[in-house]
């Protein structure tokens, strides 16, 4: 790699390598047949608004780090962003959300019922990719990569189930740990835990023991999911890409609003209530001013930034524990310099 580490700019220039390697063999994928404007060009328009490249980047450096190849970890990166940019597309949908990465969603510009199809295509394609795997890796260990696939996929739609559902039923009675098990499966599992499984199996040719990954993955992923909950609330509109203050209007169960429901008094909580309680088109710019300012009378962000603070300390311990046997260089540094740059993003 060319980038060099030791400063936030230089992991970010190979977090950038790691995405750009990974988004070019996406590309090539891609089925150049018709239909193409109702389908394909729509995805390589969706797939022009890259983000970080996180997941794919976890996937390729633990590869290295373990003593594999780019080669042999792209295609389970590629298959990663693909089923990424599928739940981003049919993630705006659910939650109604107008804009990411500074564009208007795919819904708001082609309608619902393409930009379902277009996400469904998406999963399809992640699928192409894994089967790219069997010439790569041999059948055992890409049916191995291949369970973790759909063991991360299963994990993610529970865990929007969860989201959903609690928003749905305006669910109050949630506990900081209802939220860290919501994030673990909404969030965790494909973000960072499988990313890393799947990287360490084929860098070992499956010798290592995956669940060493697990706790670091879960540290790391709810670090990087309460970070975004905190930008949704105070981030730069440009840099975040997203509506600030979407999270209120979407109506969702934060690590925030739960503790302000644990501080507030009761008046409040019924006007929480009754705030949430409609849906979101009917929500009024006023509402969602006065839940913002009631998280900023009783500190939610601020505890919010606390617990942030504790997750990226912890990944940083727990890395020494998944990583112990992976040898001095670069991708290992790569890693372990990432976790706290991911706690103080901006987008």
Not at 269 to 282: A, G, K, T
């Amino acid at each position: 790699m060319t980038a060099r580490l030791g400063t936030a700019a230089g992991v970010e220039r190979q977090l950038a390598e790691y995405r750009d390697l990974t988004y070019r063999a996406l590309r090539r994928q891609l089925p150049t047949r018709e239909p193409r404007r109702y389908l394909y060009d729509l995805i390589t328009g969706q797939l022009s608004h890259v983000g970080k490249g996180l997941r794919p980047a976890l996937c390729i450096a633990t590869c290295r780090a373990f003593g594999g190849s780019i080669e042999r970890a792209l295609p389970s990166a590629v298959s990663i962003e693909l089923l990424h940019n599928a739940f981003l597309v049919h993630d705006d949908i659910e939650d109604g959300s107008l804009y990411r990465r500074n564009e208007a969603t795919l819904y708001v510009e082609q309608g619902i019922p393409i930009a379902i199809n277009v996400g469904d295509a998406m999963n399809v394609l992640s699928i192409g990719s894994l089967i790219e795997n069997i010439p790569i890796l041999g059948a055992d260990l890409s049916y191995r990569v291949f369970h973790e696939a759909q063991h991360l996929i299963l994990q993610s739609v529970e865990g929007q189930a969860l989201e959903l559902g609690w928003t749905r039923d305006n669910v109050f009675e949630l506990t900081e740990d209802d939220y860290l098990r919501m994030v673990l499966k909404k969030t965790c599992w494909y973000t960072s835990i499988h990313p890393c499984r799947i990287g360490a199996l084929i860098g070992t040719s499956g010798t290592i023991d995956a669940d060493r990954f697990n706790l670091f993955g879960f540290l790391l992923g709810a670090a990087f999911q309460i970070q975004d909950d905190i930008l949704n609330l105070v981030g730069d509109e440009d840099q975040y890409g997203k509506e600030i203050l979407g999270d209120i209007w979407e109506g969702k169960r934060t690590l925030i609003l739960i503790h302000a429901l644990r501080q507030c008094t009761d008046g409040e909580r019924d006007e929480l209530r009754r705030v949430f309680s409609v849906p979101r088109e009917q929500r009024t710019e006023r509402d969602v001013q006065w839940v913002f300012r009631l998280f900023e009378r009783h500190a939610s962000i601020e505890f919010a930034r606390a617990a942030l603070r504790e997750m990226v300390q912890a990944a940083l311990e727990e890395f020494d524990v998944a990583y112990r046997d992976a040898p001095a260089g670069a991708d290992r540094d790569f890693i372990r310099q990432l976790i706290p740059l991911l706690g103080d993003r901006q987008v």
